[in-house]
């Protein structure tokens, strides 16, 4: 599976932006699907995931109530909608996809595949 995610930039505190991220080779559908960020001079963090194994969403408190992951099955995208956006929110996005165990769900280790990561800056 090869993912392309786009619809990073530049935008004002309490602003929204919407990422994507395309597959290519494979169906998002039997996959676990998310968002992982990584901020300068930090580690990569968990963001968001849908699994497929329970359909169920999770978040990292950080961002609960403000981002929204959702599935695009007949396009075959995963986006994530961000809403009030926190200068703490600038970082490089990537999406990933993998069959991780639902306690690994929030781990890089569980995804096996990873896109290229996508700038957002959230700056006055």
């Known amino acids: 599976v090869q993912l392309q995610a786009s619809g990073g930039g530049l935008v004002q505190p309490g602003g929204s932006l919407a990422l994507s991220c395309a597959a290519s080779g494979r169906t998002f559908s039997s996959y676990s699907v998310g968002w992982f960020r990584q901020a300068p001079g930090k580690e990569r963090e968990f963001v968001t995931a849908s699994a497929v194994q329970n359909m169920h969403t999770y978040y990292d408190d950080s961002v609960k109530g403000r981002f929204t992951i959702s599935r695009d099955k007949a396009k075959n995208t995963v986006n994530l909608q961000m809403n009030n956006l926190k200068p703490e929110d600038t970082a490089v996005y990537y999406c990933?996809?993998?069959?991780?165990?639902?306690?690994?769900?929030?781990?890089?280790?569980?995804?096996?595949?990873w896109g290229q990561g996508t700038q957002v800056t959230v700056s006055s």
């Open positions: 990933v996809a993998g069959r991780p165990i639902i306690p690994n769900i929030r781990r890089p280790r569980g995804y096996g595949y």
